[in-house]
């Protein structure tokens, strides 16, 4: 082919290129966390995670975009107790086991999700503490414990009660029309294990996009000798403590003993 006709080529390719539609783009969701790793020591009081990204490509919408974001932590089962008066003596009555569930959650938003997502939409998408999926073991039923259940209510306040459950609706803030940043709250008390992050992007009541991110809080030191120990070698760890209570006890007769 002549080194004319070639450029001809390339112009006639170039100029349908111009005239052709171009392809729609879609949204796509950035999300980063400030630290991946969280560490629990002796004199650990608590941390706050920054959550930030951005929304890139696509249209920009005249009303805006709304963010939701999940934290859920490591899943295990728990048990709440009814108590309830017997001969005059306050016992527990009845119990139920919630089978793996999260022992921490936090769902932060930059308004109401009664605002953002219509109810059907929110049942579906799981969203928030009233949609968040428990399932009791009751003797041998095991089912998804429903809105008004009464111990599903007091595990949800007893966990908000403690900070391991929160619902934020100005969790997040949008600093401009496509740059958002959240701040994720751990307390103290927070378990070690494996975070599962996930931000829903949300327009006119619908999810048009979602990325899932992560982090680990994990013990250091002293706290993860013992942690390790009980748990690889509980008879041994056992044993030791039992020990060391007899000889503290005994200790503890010999300083204060009265001759």
Known sequence: MRPHASVL????????GVGAPSPAVAQRLIASISTHRVMVTSNFTGDELL??????????????YDIVATVIGPRQNMVTYR????????VNVDSRVFEQAPAYVAVLSNRPLDAIAGMETRRRLQLGLDHLPLT???AVTIADSGLDDPFRRAFLDLMQRQRLYSEVTNGVTLMTTTFYRASIPLPATVPVGNYDVEVRLFADGKLIERTPSAFEVYKAGFEQYVSSAARNHG???GLTTAMMALATGWLASVIFRRD
């Open 9 to 16: 080529t390339l112009v006639a390719a170039l100029a349908a």
């Open 51 to 64: 959550l930030f990204g951005a929304i890139e490509g696509g249209p920009q919408r005249k009303t805006g």
């Open 83 to 90: 108590r309830g008066r017997v001969l005059g003596i306050w």
């Open 136 to 138: 009791q073991r009751a």
């Open 235 to 237: 008879f041994l760890y």
